[in-house]
């Protein structure tokens, strides 16, 4: 991939990772309340993991296997959380969302704001026919934010993960480019820059 877009939504700017956003993943990440419902943030998040995380994203856009944004408000520039498209499969031609927001940040929107123009920039941009994403069956306010953006439940893995010495459930859940172009249905808004 060349250079990485950035999205525009009303209240949102979704940009690539820099170097300047170490303190505020640092920061934001963490929170106990991120890592517990997160698969892969420790708690306590290790000094010096922000700048591993950039370093490998960074890596994984060249190779052409993930695209990160960084979702910072609008007009305070404020950092609220990450979203990426990861784990990019050409042959398949699917990826995974995975995303989560500053505690700061729940509860106004902003996921499933920014959740819009990355469906678009990955079934238009990418060309993907599939996007799926995880999430711990105990947090369903992330299952929320995807039923209401169209991603359908296609189940549950039993003890899918091990958080905090614990298995844990997860969901599933897709949706198909041919489900989200559906004429008449689609409100996806965001410009791409």
């Not at 902003?110 to 990955?122: D, H, N, Q």
């Not at 079934?123 to 169209?150: C, D, T, W």
Request: glycine share 6%; with cysteine.
């Amino acid at each position: 991939m060349s250079a990485q877009f950035k999205l525009l939504t009303d209240r949102l700017i979704l940009r690539p990772l820099i170097s300047a956003d170490v303190s505020s993943i640092q920061a934001a990440a963490s929170v106990r309340q991120i890592a517990d419902t997160m698969i892969s943030i420790p708690h306590p998040y290790p000094d010096g993991e922000a700048e591993r995380y950039i370093a490998r994203q960074k890596a994984e856009f060249e190779a052409g296997h993930s695209v990160t944004f960084v979702m910072e408000q609008r007009f305070e520039k404020k950092f609220n959380g990450i979203i990426e498209i990861r784990d990019i499969e050409r042959e398949h031609s699917q990826a995974e969302l995975s995303f989560w927001l500053a505690v700061e940040a729940w509860g106004q929107g902003y996921m499933s704001e920014a959740l819009k123009p990355v469906l678009r920039f990955g079934f238009e941009e990418l060309e993907l026919n599939r996007l799926y994403a995880y999430h711990m069956i105990r947090n369903p306010s992330s299952g929320q934010v995807l039923r209401k953006n169209g991603l359908v439940y296609e189940g549950m893995l039993r003890q899918r993960v091990r958080k905090w010495g614990m298995f844990e459930d997860v969901a599933l859940w897709a949706i198909l480019r041919n489900d989200w172009c559906v004429p008449g249905v689609q409100q996806l808004d965001g410009a791409v820059l």
